[in-house]
């Protein structure tokens, strides 16, 4: 019988000690700024953070401006914690959290060692989904999902706080990573870290490019170089559902609106004028991709003006179809109609015309297009036509000629020309991408061309139009007085000028991101990695010197090609 009553005690205790156990480990644990306390229902503030897990070690990635000697500290399986021989309480404020250093925190029987990284020189942005999670959006760029959005600037100042209409996650290549790009579009527009107001705001995750910079020093030069709407742009730490996803940069869309691509709303002009929804119209014309073909909308009623403004963009073959409206060439450039997205018949014939004016006349030996008797620099604006390809050409933008080249078009009694720009989308530029078929460009290289002699489709413009002596010397003065000087400021060889807006060293820059990197890089180890044809360096500070050592070849070939 004693026998058998300590067979049942052992029993009990292997049965019980566990739930024990258990019930004193952390499963989660959150830190926010101390001076907020815990909502009344039990929720959590909107600046909450998780600890991240990684193997045995948990992080703390604590934003830029949070006082980390008075965070309130949250946690879940466990009603106490001790640090030493410090006794921390569940919603405790506590200093214990040190940046730079690894804390070991123990619940019962169990230890945590927690690494605690801080950012500087960023804004913070914690977004939260409906669903508490961003499982759905990430299944679909079409899914969106509403929720809210808290932005904090670099001192931890409140900036922006409210609920958004909707979020999904964008893109085309950088869809597919594990740290997303973010579309989010506002109830109602706003002016966030001092940008001019707008409803719609993008996260651009820079996965690709371990130096996080080659995005916002194209913005930069572009703009220092007079290219007009160039995004304006604010770096920051994001935060989803309380999980940090890195640093990214939070930017102005691509988009008509006064405070972005300031064009006359031809699309909102036309929805005025019709009863139905623009998109509720029937489709007309080609979908697919095929020569000479367009697709619009079978809308009944115009404005009386329909010369601008319009908001286009160059795309591959199989990027056309998804399009809403959109046209091909005679010689086979793919252009996509951002806006108007739903176009009618006259509004095509009309921005479809004027493009194939401008393609014919590129190719006509004396420039001049035979059926409307002008010259392409009567079509086109020469200094954003020019503008664009040095953009592209300093870069080596692999995208160059075909993706993300936007074209804008204000009506008439402004301009009746094509204007080029914004630029967008240099994350595989400046070196950092490769692909069989352009193997004799050596993308890696500073040296030799790449937008002005891509013969890989027939139909691109820029190789044709360089064939042209009057475009040449045109790139070349332009090179010599409004981008040369740019280089020179972000190589470390000039200072800049108060006429060229942002524009820093590429030491400046990275000595702004450093500490943000720091955190990155942490969450994401994408240094050399498998995945990337390039290896760009091994760590951040290696990642700088091969963007500083591109661009100082390529300061050096295009001297040598450009300066007389």
């Known amino acids: 019988m004693r026998k058998h009553l300590i067979y049942l005690s052992i029993l009990a205790f292997m049965l019980l000690a566990p739930l024990g156990a258990q019930a004193r480990e952390i499963n989660r644990l959150y830190v926010w700024d101390g001076a907020t306390p815990l909502p009344a229902d039990g929720s959590l503030p909107d600046g909450a953070i998780q600890w991240f897990t990684r193997s045995s070690v948990r992080y703390l990635f604590l934003p830029s401006g949070l006082d980390a000697a008075n965070l309130h500290v949250h946690f879940t399986g466990a009603d106490s914690f001790t640090v030493g021989d410090r006794l921390i309480g569940n919603d405790a404020i506590t200093d214990v959290f040190v940046p730079g250093e690894t804390v070991t925190i123990t619940s019962g029987s169990t230890s945590y060692r927690v690494c605690v990284l801080q950012s500087q020189n960023t804004a913070g942005v914690y977004l939260k989904t409906q669903s508490g999670s961003i499982a759905k959006i990430s299944e679909s760029k079409r899914n969106h999902e509403a929720g809210s959005m808290l932005v904090v600037d670099e001192n931890g100042k409140s900036n922006y706080r409210n609920d958004f209409e909707y979020i999904r996650v964008r893109g085309n290549y950088s869809f597919y990573p594990y740290k997303k790009s973010f579309h989010i579009r506002l109830n109602d527009g706003a002016s966030i870290l001092g940008m001019p107001s707008a409803k719609t705001w993008l996260l651009l995750a820079s996965y690709a490019d371990n130096s996080m910079l080659r995005n916002p020093l194209t913005f930069d030069l572009a703009a220092a170089a007079g290219m007009n709407y160039t995004s304006e742009y604010r770096f920051a730490d994001v935060y989803v559902n309380t999980v940090y996803y890195g640093t990214y940069i ?13 064009v006359e709303d031809l699309e909102k002009a036309t929805e005025k004028l019709n009863e139905k929804d623009l998109s509720a119209y029937k489709r007309l014309g080609t979908n697919a991709y095929q020569r000479s073909t367009s697709k619009y909308y079978d809308i009944p009623s115009d404005p009386a003006d ?32 951002k806006s108007p997205e739903y176009t009618s018949k006259a509004q095509m014939q009309y921005i479809k015309g004027l493009v194939q004016s401008f393609e014919n006349a590129v190719w006509a030996e004396d420039g ?12 086109a604006d020469m200094s954003s036509l020019v503008g664009k390809y040095l953009i592209e050409e300093i870069t080596k933008n692999v995208d160059g000629n075909k993706s993300s080249f936007y ?20 994350d595989i530029a400046y070196g950092n991408y490769t692909a069989s078929y352009y193997k004799e460009r050596r993308l890696q290289s500073g040296e030799g061309l790449m937008t002005a002699i891509d013969d890989y489709e027939r139909f691109y ?5 360089y064939k042209h002596e009057d475009f040449k010397e045109a790139v070349k003065q332009a090179y010599r007085e409004r981008f040369r000087p740019c280089l020179l400021v972000i190589l470390g060889l000039a200072e800049p000028g108060e006429d060229l807006g942002n524009l820093k060293s590429l030491t400046e820059y990275a000595e702004l991101l450093s500490p ?15 995945e990337f044809s390039v290896k760009t360096g091994a760590d951040f500070e290696e990642n700088i010197a091969y963007l500083q050592s591109f661009l100082t070849d390529r300061l050096n070939y295009l001297d040598a090609l450009w300066l007389e």
């Not at 329909?306 to 252009?335: C, H, M, N, W």
Request: glycine share 6%; aromatic share 16%.
């Open 250 to 262: 939070l930017c102005e869309k691509v988009q008509v609106n006064k405070n972005r691509v300031a």
């Open 461 to 465: 413009w820029y190789p044709q139009l």
């Open 407 to 426: 074209i804008y078009k204000y009506s008439d009694s402004v301009s009746d020309k094509l204007y080029f720009g914004p630029v967008w989308d240099y």
């Open 368 to 379: 001049i297009d035979p059926d409307t008797g002008r010259h392409y620099s009567e079509i």
């Open 306 to 337: 329909i010369t601008g403004g319009y908001l286009l963009q160059l795309e591959l073959k199989d990027r056309y179809t998804p399009s809403a409206s959109g046209f091909v060439t005679s010689r086979g450039q793919a252009v996509v109609m």
């Open 516 to 530: 943000a990197a720091a955190l990155n890089f942490t969450r994401w180890r994408t240094f050399n990695a498998s």
